[in-house]
């Protein structure tokens, strides 16, 4: 069983940064692509962004790709996105989810998930 716990997200101005934090744990976590996850509103989830504990290999949605940056902490099992030059088309419920499969690029690749975190991009 893994255990996701995200915080992190707020009310911003268009332009402005965010950086969201997802506490993992359970058994083997670190055998798992860890992955941010949004749903905008009225709207699909959405891949966002995903990284693998073991190799610290990324992927990005072309419309994060040089804005956004994932990242993970071993010792703290702790995954993060930072985010910058955020836009109002950023809004969403971001959710952090963990897969046993390496390549995981869609919302159907993922097992587990947190709860989510609201990030509303003000214009």
């Known amino acids: 069983q893994v255990q996701l716990v995200e915080s992190g997200g707020g009310l911003v101005q268009a332009g402005g940064s965010l950086r969201l934090s997802c506490a993992a744990s359970g058994r083997t976590i670190t055998g798992y692509t860890m992955g941010w996850i949004r749903q905008p509103p009225g709207k699909e989830r959405e891949f966002v962004a995903s990284?693998?504990?073991?190799?610290?290999?990324?992927n990005y949605a072309n419309s994060v790709k040089g804005r956004f940056t994932i990242s993970r902490d071993y010792p703290k099992t702790t995954v993060y996105l930072q985010m910058n030059s955020l836009e109002p088309e950023d809004t969403a419920v971001y959710y952090c989810a963990a897969a046993s499969s390496y390549w995981a690029l869609a919302p159907s690749s993922y097992d587990y998930w947190g709860q989510g975190t609201h990030v509303t991009v003000s214009s």
């Open positions: 990284i693998t504990w073991s190799t610290d290999y990324t």
